[in-house]
């Protein structure tokens, strides 16, 4: 069980670039999460999926998409990259919603010059 | 607005105690976790309450008080590799996890 996979592990964006992280987990969760993480502040949901097909947003989406066509995979994109998307970005995955822990990724740590 | 407060840095000595405090102000509450984060890794999970009490695992024990909007994090026995940063996450009404800033946690010899 390789668990939550991402890559790349590091990635240096110019402003303007896009790219898309990608995020697949093994342990047939339905639950799926995307992350940034800021020095100094809590963990921010960027989006969320509860199955193959259905994605939501979540408290920061602006300047990210997602898309869920398998169970394993749930890929973030970044079109047109700024400054503030200078982050460390997290997926995580879980079997449930209500009671269940969340699996993390090892991160992707993306700088935007 | 939905916060979630606990100290930004505390310091311990090895072999002794440590209680990390999370107090919270959510919409709705479905459940408080407690997550270990080592610099540059990702967190992993300790502990999950939802009820009232205390939860007992191992060396790490965690107490959650819903009326008070308050839980602490119990590190007994401490060791080196316990430092890290600990966080604190309250599930609410939209079952979206709120995260606390973390707690960075440094362990003296």
């Known amino acids: 069980n390789a668990g939550v996979t991402q890559t790349p592990k590091f990635r240096i964006l110019k402003i303007g670039q896009s790219m898309t992280l990608q995020c697949t987990q093994d342990m047939n969760h339905n639950y799926m999460y995307w992350y940034r993480q800021d020095p100094g502040m809590g963990l921010k949901l960027i989006y969320y999926s509860v199955g193959a097909g259905i994605t939501d947003k979540g408290e920061v989406p602006n300047g990210y998409n997602v898309s869920r066509s398998t169970t394993e995979d749930f890929p973030l994109r970044l079109e047109l990259a700024a400054p503030s998307q200078t982050s460390v970005y997290f997926c995580?995955?879980?079997?449930?919603?209500?009671?269940?822990?969340?699996?993390f990724g090892p991160g992707t740590r993306l700088t935007v010059l | 607005g939905q916060n979630i407060d606990q100290p930004t840095e505390m310091t311990a000595t090895e072999g002794a105690i440590v209680q990390i405090n999370c107090t919270y102000q959510t919409s709705g509450f479905n459940g408080l976790f407690w997550y270990q984060q080592h610099a540059g890794e990702a967190p992993t999970f300790l502990s999950y309450?939802?009820l009232d009490g205390l939860e007992e695992k191992g060396r790490f024990s965690s107490f959650l008080s819903r009326s008070k909007g308050y839980s602490y994090l119990l590190l007994k026995e401490l060791q080196m590799k316990d430092s890290a940063s600990y966080l604190c996450a309250v599930m609410d009404s939209n079952y979206q996890l709120i995260w606390g800033a973390g707690t960075k946690l440094i362990i003296k010899p």
């Open positions: 995580a995955s879980s079997y449930g919603r209500e009671g269940n822990e969340q699996f």
């Open positions: 309450n939802v």
